[in-house]
């Protein structure tokens, strides 16, 4: 299968006063068309800055400094003004974490659709309204006629992003980046966007990138999974590779500190630590300092030499304790 | 969430759809905005309606009732002329409303543009504006008032065309300054990941966000230019005599203040009221316009 995006090296630093802070350092991560990946991480780790680099979104002081980026084979990095503002919307669109703030609040929800059509098709004004309820009432906007007028104040936080869903897929784009689409939202609604994006991106063939720290988020919804930590991929592989066998510490880490439902038997396990100053980030290993794995095998090399991403197509790792690492 | 979705509609039922709907409403219950409504639509009533519903002629000289104090005949009595003060305060307000409307209009356009231009263009666009916007300001507001009438030549038009350009710093200073915030916004950022490009966004979603802002401001900058302006009349550099502009009325007036007080009074109070009406009006209308209030 051929990539949709492919994304080789990326390297997205900042130059703040403090120094160099390396968000994104090495990243290598593909989309295929009508797939859903998953990227996984604590805050920080860099799976956000990855998803704003992947249409270029990133504003100095932050810089895109190496890598590659490539939509259906076109080189995204050399694109211009131009290009980049029919890529964004038309092929690619995004969705964020609140979606109150990213709707404009002096705009009716339905203009907002129509704004869309109005700059990339050529359709009239009639046309543009009937496909914005259409979509109003694709995502589950009741009474989609008379909401097509409503302000974004008066909708709430589920419904909003309903609408940004709307507005994201209103040109159904091949991808669709979506950051934290339920973190600001109430755990019920949560289940319900989520049902929606599947759905959504299930029915127009668009491929689904899935920023989020929830890891029950990602088994609802991923076929691929990527685990990034302190601006790397630690490990990649399919969502049931992933949660069956996972290869990394950190990975582990992450899934025996997700609750489990009925399970009150012990305290839910915690990895010790928090993630590495992105100003002072290990040469070696970056998880070394917080890996009770290297601890208890008593290993020197994590602490000596960064581990390289290695193994097959289906599932990587980057740690010397996988199989075959050392 | 479905029923509380179900109440929402029913609440909001068609006729509240739009916010200049709902912000009118706000407007007439608030008891400031009632009462400089009341003054504000008076002056526009008797600007627009001229002189057939005036008591006398503006113009009309009567020597024999010369310097006559109120009564119900003259209601503010006459002038040194023997014209009629109450027709020619009311017939002054067409003034008064075109020097703050123009003025205004003056220096919300050229503010506007310049403050978009410094928020959204480039660092350099940003720079000379500014520094020219702050050596406009740099300057006192009277001598560069003076200043602009000096090279144009003194008249009504001259004097409004100076408040407004002597406005225009402000307003750029606002709107570069919400431009700036606003950039920032997330929707904004949104926007861009939705593909839409630089103008877009500068005229389509950051402009309509500060709209509100702007009329803020204009209704406090409004009362400013009408002052500024029958200052300018009263220092001979605005509107000329025989025409009844409240500023150039007060300065043959002010011949008369131990003799005649009512000459000084009729045109002072009209200017002191009309401000103050256009004041009130302004915080009303703050009130009414703040976004918090807005979405209650």
Request: with cysteine; charged share 20%.
């Amino acid at each position: 299968m051929t990539a949709l995006l492919e994304i080789k090296g990326l390297k997205t630093h900042f130059r703040t006063e403090d120094g160099v802070i390396r968000a994104v350092d090495g990243v290598d991560l593909h989309v295929n068309e009508g797939e859903v990946l998953g990227i996984v991480g604590e805050s920080g780790s860099g799976k956000t800055i990855t998803a704003l680099s992947a249409i270029r979104l990133i504003d100095s002081p932050g810089e895109i400094v190496a890598g590659s980026i490539r939509y259906e084979g076109r080189d995204v990095l050399a694109m211009s003004k131009n290009e980049l503002t029919e890529l964004r919307g038309d092929r690619i669109s995004m969705i964020f974490q609140q979606p109150r703030v990213c709707l404009n609040p002096v705009l009716q929800i339905g203009r907002q659709i129509t704004e869309l059509f109005d700059q990339h098709r050529d359709i009239s004004e009639a046309e543009a309204r009937e496909n914005a309820i259409n979509l109003l009432t694709s995502v589950g906007i009741p009474e989609a006629e008379k909401r097509f007028a409503f302000y974004p104040h008066e909708l709430s936080g589920g419904q909003a992003q309903r609408v940004m869903i709307a507005i994201a897929l209103a040109l159904s784009p091949r991808l669709l980046i979506a950051d934290e689409p339920t973190t600001a939202l109430d755990v019920t609604i949560q289940a319900q966007i989520i049902e929606l994006l599947k759905d959504m991106c299930r029915d127009l063939g668009t491929a689904l990138i899935l920023v989020t720290h929830d890891l029950g988020v990602i088994a609802e919804i991923a076929d691929r999974v990527a685990v990034m930590y302190a601006g790397q991929i630690v490990e990649e592989a399919d969502v049931y590779t992933l949660f069956e066998n996972p290869q990394h510490p950190y990975t582990r880490g992450l899934l025996t500190s997700m609750p489990v439902l009925g399970n009150r038997t012990g305290r839910l396990s915690a990895i010790p630590g928090s993630i590495p100053k992105p100003s002072d980030i290990p040469a070696a290993c970056r998880f070394a300092p917080r890996c009770v794995e290297r601890v208890a095998r008593e290993l020197t090399i994590c602490e000596q030499r960064e581990p390289q991403i290695m193994g097959s197509e289906d599932h990587r790792v980057r740690c010397w304790l996988a199989e075959g690492a050392v | 969430m479905a029923t509380t979705m179900h109440e929402r509609g029913e609440t909001f039922s068609t006729p509240e759809r739009s916010n200049f709907a709902r912000a009118m409403r706000r407007l007439l219950r608030h008891r400031s905005g009632q009462i400089g409504g009341v003054v504000v639509l008076t002056l526009v009533f008797f600007a627009l309606a001229g002189e057939s519903v005036l008591p006398y002629e503006t113009l009309a000289i009567d020597p024999i009732n010369r310097l006559q104090p109120p009564s119900l005949e003259h209601f503010f009595g006459t002038d040194e002329l023997g014209r009629d003060l109450f027709s020619r305060i009311l017939y002054g307000s067409r003034y008064t409303l075109m020097i703050g409307l123009v003025s205004t209009a003056i220096a919300a356009t050229g503010g506007i543009t310049l403050g978009l231009l410094a928020g959204g263009g480039g660092k350099l666009a940003d720079m000379l504006i500014m520094r020219v916007v702050d050596v406009l300001l740099a300057f006192p507001y009277i001598l560069l008032l003076l200043a602009i009438i000096a090279i144009l030549g003194p008249s009504l038009w001259t004097s409004m065309f100076a408040v407004g350009v002597a406005g225009i710093p402000g307003y750029a200073r606002l709107i570069r300054g919400e431009v700036l915030a606003l950039k920032e916004a997330e929707f904004v950022e949104a926007m861009r990941a939705l593909g839409a490009g630089h103008l877009r966004i500068l005229f389509g979603t950051i402009l309509p966000n500060v709209t509100s802002q702007m009329v803020i401001y204009a209704s406090f900058t409004i009362p400013l230019a009408v002052l500024a302006a029958a200052a300018l009349s009263f220092l001979g550099l605005g509107a000329q005599p025989p025409a009844p502009e409240w500023g150039a009325m007060l300065v043959d007036a002010r011949t008369f203040l131990r003799t005649a007080w009512w000459v000084v009074a009729a045109p002072g109070m009209a200017i002191f009221i009309s401000i103050l009406g256009m004041n009130l009006f302004g915080n009303a209308l703050r009130d009414v316009l703040d976004p918090k209030e807005m979405s209650k």
